[in-house]
Protein backbone atom coordinates (compact mmCIF):
# COMPACT_ATOMS: atom_id res chain seq x y z
CA UNK A 1 0.00 0.00 0.00
CA UNK A 2 1.05 3.63 -0.47
CA UNK A 3 1.99 3.85 3.27
CA UNK A 4 4.56 0.87 3.07
CA UNK A 5 5.73 2.82 -0.26
CA UNK A 6 6.65 5.90 1.25
CA UNK A 7 7.93 4.21 4.83
CA UNK A 8 10.76 2.10 1.87
CA UNK A 9 11.51 5.77 0.66
CA UNK A 10 12.11 7.18 3.73
CA UNK A 11 13.96 4.47 4.96
CA UNK A 12 16.30 4.64 1.88
CA UNK A 13 16.75 8.56 2.04
CA UNK A 14 17.88 8.21 5.24
CA UNK A 15 20.31 5.24 4.02
CA UNK A 16 21.53 8.00 1.75
CA UNK A 17 22.32 10.56 3.76
CA UNK A 18 25.53 9.10 4.82
CA UNK A 19 28.71 9.78 2.10
CA UNK A 20 32.75 8.54 2.64
CA UNK A 21 34.85 12.20 1.36
CA UNK A 22 38.71 11.91 1.70
CA UNK A 23 40.60 15.37 2.06
CA UNK A 24 43.90 16.19 2.54
CA UNK A 25 45.54 19.68 3.71
CA UNK A 26 49.00 20.74 2.96
CA UNK A 27 50.98 24.02 4.78
CA UNK A 28 54.04 24.47 2.77
CA UNK A 29 56.57 27.58 4.34
CA UNK A 30 58.60 27.93 1.36
CA UNK A 31 61.89 29.36 2.25
CA UNK A 32 63.17 32.27 0.32
CA UNK A 33 65.83 31.96 -2.23
CA UNK A 34 69.35 33.03 -1.12
CA UNK A 35 72.39 34.05 -2.69
CA UNK A 36 75.43 32.59 -0.71
CA UNK A 37 77.51 36.10 -1.85
CA UNK A 38 74.96 38.22 -0.15
CA UNK A 39 74.17 36.22 2.55
CA UNK A 40 77.97 35.07 3.36
CA UNK A 41 76.76 31.72 4.24
CA UNK A 42 79.79 29.13 5.04
CA UNK A 43 79.74 25.09 5.85
CA UNK A 44 76.47 23.58 7.01
CA UNK A 45 73.93 27.11 6.06
CA UNK A 46 75.58 27.05 2.78
CA UNK A 47 74.36 23.68 2.18
CA UNK A 48 71.38 24.69 3.77
CA UNK A 49 70.93 27.15 1.73
CA UNK A 50 72.15 25.36 -1.90
CA UNK A 51 69.23 22.47 -0.82
CA UNK A 52 66.66 25.46 -0.85
CA UNK A 53 67.63 26.55 -3.60
CA UNK A 54 67.39 23.20 -5.37
CA UNK A 55 64.39 22.73 -4.58
CA UNK A 56 62.85 26.38 -5.67
CA UNK A 57 64.29 25.46 -8.94
CA UNK A 58 62.52 21.85 -9.10
CA UNK A 59 59.00 23.92 -8.61
CA UNK A 60 60.51 26.35 -10.42
CA UNK A 61 60.22 24.24 -13.42
CA UNK A 62 57.15 22.42 -12.32
CA UNK A 63 55.36 25.67 -12.25
CA UNK A 64 56.80 27.04 -15.95
CA UNK A 65 55.57 23.45 -17.21
CA UNK A 66 52.38 23.73 -15.93
CA UNK A 67 51.73 27.03 -16.69
CA UNK A 68 53.10 27.79 -19.84
CA UNK A 69 50.74 27.36 -22.70
CA UNK A 70 53.05 26.44 -24.96
CA UNK A 71 54.65 23.73 -22.96
CA UNK A 72 50.99 21.79 -22.41
CA UNK A 73 52.48 18.44 -23.77
CA UNK A 74 55.67 18.72 -21.68
CA UNK A 75 56.30 16.29 -18.86
CA UNK A 76 56.15 17.63 -15.49
CA UNK A 77 59.26 17.42 -13.86
CA UNK A 78 57.49 16.55 -10.01
CA UNK A 79 59.47 13.67 -9.29
CA UNK A 80 62.63 16.11 -9.22
CA UNK A 81 62.59 16.77 -5.37
CA UNK A 82 60.62 15.95 -2.94
CA UNK A 83 59.15 18.84 -2.48
CA UNK A 84 57.28 18.96 -5.93
CA UNK A 85 56.28 15.36 -5.11
CA UNK A 86 54.66 16.48 -2.29
CA UNK A 87 52.58 19.12 -3.98
CA UNK A 88 52.00 17.59 -6.96
CA UNK A 89 48.17 17.33 -6.39
CA UNK A 90 48.38 21.02 -5.24
CA UNK A 91 49.65 21.97 -8.77
CA UNK A 92 47.55 20.68 -11.27
CA UNK A 93 46.01 18.36 -9.82
CA UNK A 94 42.76 18.21 -7.82
CA UNK A 95 43.16 20.52 -4.92
CA UNK A 96 42.40 23.89 -4.19
CA UNK A 97 45.86 26.05 -4.08
CA UNK A 98 46.39 29.43 -2.20
CA UNK A 99 50.17 30.94 -2.95
CA UNK A 100 50.47 33.76 -0.81
CA UNK A 101 53.49 35.87 -1.86
CA UNK A 102 55.97 37.77 0.51
CA UNK A 103 57.53 40.69 -0.89
CA UNK A 104 59.98 43.50 0.44
CA UNK A 105 59.08 47.36 0.28
CA UNK A 106 63.06 47.92 0.40
CA UNK A 107 65.08 49.34 -2.82
CA UNK A 108 67.60 46.98 -1.62
CA UNK A 109 65.46 43.21 -2.01
CA UNK A 110 64.75 44.93 -5.51
CA UNK A 111 65.65 42.00 -7.09
CA UNK A 112 64.06 39.58 -5.08
CA UNK A 113 60.61 41.14 -5.05
CA UNK A 114 60.74 41.15 -8.59
CA UNK A 115 61.77 37.58 -8.98
CA UNK A 116 59.01 36.68 -6.57
CA UNK A 117 56.47 38.44 -8.31
CA UNK A 118 57.38 36.78 -11.60
CA UNK A 119 57.24 33.23 -9.87
CA UNK A 120 53.74 34.02 -8.25
CA UNK A 121 52.68 35.32 -11.80
CA UNK A 122 53.55 31.94 -13.35
CA UNK A 123 52.30 30.06 -10.71
CA UNK A 124 48.69 32.21 -10.95
CA UNK A 125 48.82 30.47 -15.18
CA UNK A 126 48.23 26.70 -13.49
CA UNK A 127 44.57 25.37 -13.51
CA UNK A 128 44.10 23.30 -11.18
CA UNK A 129 40.85 20.66 -11.69
CA UNK A 130 39.13 20.08 -8.15
CA UNK A 131 36.52 17.55 -7.80
CA UNK A 132 34.89 15.41 -4.92
CA UNK A 133 37.16 12.94 -3.42
CA UNK A 134 34.56 10.54 -2.59
CA UNK A 135 34.62 6.66 -1.17
CA UNK A 136 34.42 3.94 -3.90
CA UNK A 137 33.09 2.03 -1.34
CA UNK A 138 30.63 4.27 -0.52
CA UNK A 139 29.75 5.06 -3.89
CA UNK A 140 29.05 1.24 -4.27
CA UNK A 141 26.77 1.14 -1.19
CA UNK A 142 24.68 3.78 -1.96
CA UNK A 143 24.13 1.88 -5.54
CA UNK A 144 23.12 -0.94 -3.95
CA UNK A 145 21.29 0.43 -1.29
CA UNK A 146 19.33 2.14 -4.39
CA UNK A 147 19.19 -1.05 -5.79
CA UNK A 148 17.52 -2.86 -2.66
CA UNK A 149 14.71 -0.20 -2.56
CA UNK A 150 14.03 -0.47 -6.11
CA UNK A 151 13.48 -4.40 -5.86
CA UNK A 152 11.56 -4.09 -2.90
CA UNK A 153 9.20 -1.44 -4.50
CA UNK A 154 8.48 -4.02 -7.45
CA UNK A 155 8.35 -6.71 -5.11
CA UNK A 156 5.26 -4.33 -3.20
CA UNK A 157 4.17 -4.12 -6.64
CA UNK A 158 3.52 -7.73 -7.42
CA UNK A 159 1.92 -8.51 -3.80
CA UNK A 160 -0.58 -5.70 -4.52
CA UNK A 161 -1.19 -6.93 -7.90
CA UNK A 162 -0.15 -3.47 -9.56
CA UNK A 163 2.06 -5.61 -11.20
CA UNK A 164 1.45 -8.75 -13.63
CA UNK A 165 3.11 -11.49 -15.60
CA UNK A 166 1.49 -13.00 -18.38
CA UNK A 167 1.54 -16.59 -19.84
CA UNK A 168 4.07 -15.58 -22.07
CA UNK A 169 6.60 -13.80 -19.40
CA UNK A 170 6.08 -10.10 -20.23
CA UNK A 171 5.33 -7.86 -17.25
CA UNK A 172 2.83 -5.49 -17.36
CA UNK A 173 1.02 -3.19 -15.27
CA UNK A 174 -2.44 -4.69 -14.05
CA UNK A 175 -5.57 -2.81 -15.12
CA UNK A 176 -8.19 -3.74 -12.98
CA UNK A 177 -5.46 -2.64 -10.37
CA UNK A 178 -5.53 0.80 -11.39
CA UNK A 179 -9.14 0.25 -11.69
CA UNK A 180 -10.05 -0.72 -7.94
CA UNK A 181 -7.89 2.39 -7.06
CA UNK A 182 -10.00 4.30 -8.98
CA UNK A 183 -13.25 3.07 -7.48
CA UNK A 184 -12.06 2.99 -4.05
CA UNK A 185 -11.72 6.43 -4.57
CA UNK A 186 -14.80 7.10 -5.30
CA UNK A 187 -16.14 5.13 -2.47
CA UNK A 188 -14.26 7.13 -0.15
CA UNK A 189 -15.54 9.98 -1.76
CA UNK A 190 -19.36 8.33 -1.77
CA UNK A 191 -18.49 7.65 2.34
CA UNK A 192 -18.31 11.07 3.05
CA UNK A 193 -20.90 12.52 1.10
CA UNK A 194 -23.12 9.88 3.11
CA UNK A 195 -22.17 11.01 6.20
CA UNK A 196 -22.27 14.91 5.44
CA UNK A 197 -25.93 13.98 4.53
CA UNK A 198 -26.96 11.95 7.35
CA UNK A 199 -25.92 14.80 9.83
CA UNK A 200 -27.75 17.17 7.86
CA UNK A 201 -31.05 15.12 8.29
CA UNK A 202 -30.56 14.68 11.98
CA UNK A 203 -30.04 18.00 12.34
CA UNK A 204 -33.89 18.44 10.47
CA UNK A 205 -34.83 15.78 12.62
CA UNK A 206 -34.60 17.35 15.71
CA UNK A 207 -35.87 20.59 14.20
CA UNK A 208 -39.29 19.20 13.00
CA UNK A 209 -39.56 17.53 16.44
CA UNK A 210 -39.07 20.57 18.45
CA UNK A 211 -41.61 22.70 16.15
CA UNK A 212 -44.18 19.52 16.48
CA UNK A 213 -43.67 19.39 20.18
CA UNK A 214 -44.17 23.49 20.52
CA UNK A 215 -47.45 22.53 18.55
CA UNK A 216 -48.56 20.58 20.78
CA UNK A 217 -47.76 22.55 23.91
CA UNK A 218 -49.61 25.92 22.35
CA UNK A 219 -52.72 23.24 21.97
CA UNK A 220 -52.57 22.05 25.16
CA UNK A 221 -52.56 25.42 26.63
CA UNK A 222 -55.95 26.18 24.78
CA UNK A 223 -57.28 22.85 25.67
CA UNK A 224 -57.43 24.38 29.08
CA UNK A 225 -58.90 22.37 32.48
CA UNK A 226 -62.23 22.09 31.53
CA UNK A 227 -61.29 18.87 28.59
CA UNK A 228 -59.58 16.41 30.49
CA UNK A 229 -59.44 13.88 27.62
CA UNK A 230 -57.75 15.84 25.05
CA UNK A 231 -55.39 16.94 27.87
CA UNK A 232 -54.24 13.67 28.48
CA UNK A 233 -53.86 12.55 25.09
CA UNK A 234 -51.92 15.61 24.05
CA UNK A 235 -49.63 14.54 27.17
CA UNK A 236 -49.14 11.09 25.58
CA UNK A 237 -48.42 12.77 21.84
CA UNK A 238 -45.68 14.80 23.79
CA UNK A 239 -44.39 11.95 25.31
CA UNK A 240 -44.18 9.82 22.30
CA UNK A 241 -42.54 13.27 20.86
CA UNK A 242 -39.92 12.89 23.44
CA UNK A 243 -39.16 9.47 22.93
CA UNK A 244 -38.60 9.24 19.37
CA UNK A 245 -35.94 12.23 20.13
Wanted: net charge neutral; with cysteine.
Amino acid sequence: DNATDNRIISESSQMNEFETLTAKFHFVDLAGSERLKRTGATGERAREGISINCGLLALGNVISALGDKSKKATHVPYRDSKLTRLLQDSLGGNSQTLMIACVSPSDRDFMETLNTLKYANRARNIKNKVMVNQDRASQQINALRSEITRLQMELMEYKTGKRIIDEEGVESINDMFHENAMLQTENNNLRVRIKAMQETIDALRARVTQLVSDQANQVLARAGEGNEEIGNMIHNYIKEIEDLR
